[in-house]
């Protein structure tokens, strides 16, 4: 995934790095799983 800001920095993340530095994400994916 790659994140461009508004002042022009861009960073390229992997879904690894996403995963797990991303508790929102990962609860999104959780309930896409099925699970509650």
Same mark, same amino acid.
């Given at each position: *995934?790659? *994140?461009? !800001?508004?002042?022009?920095? #861009? !960073?390229? #993340?992997?879904?690894? !790095? #996403?995963? *797990? ?6 609860? +999104?994916?959780?309930? *896409?799983?099925?699970? +509650?």
């Amino acid at each position: *995934v790659e *994140v461009e !800001f508004s002042d022009g920095s #861009l !960073f390229s #993340l992997s879904a690894e !790095f #996403l995963r *797990v530095h991303s508790p929102a994400a990962d609860s +999104k994916i959780r309930t *896409v799983g099925g699970e +509650k």
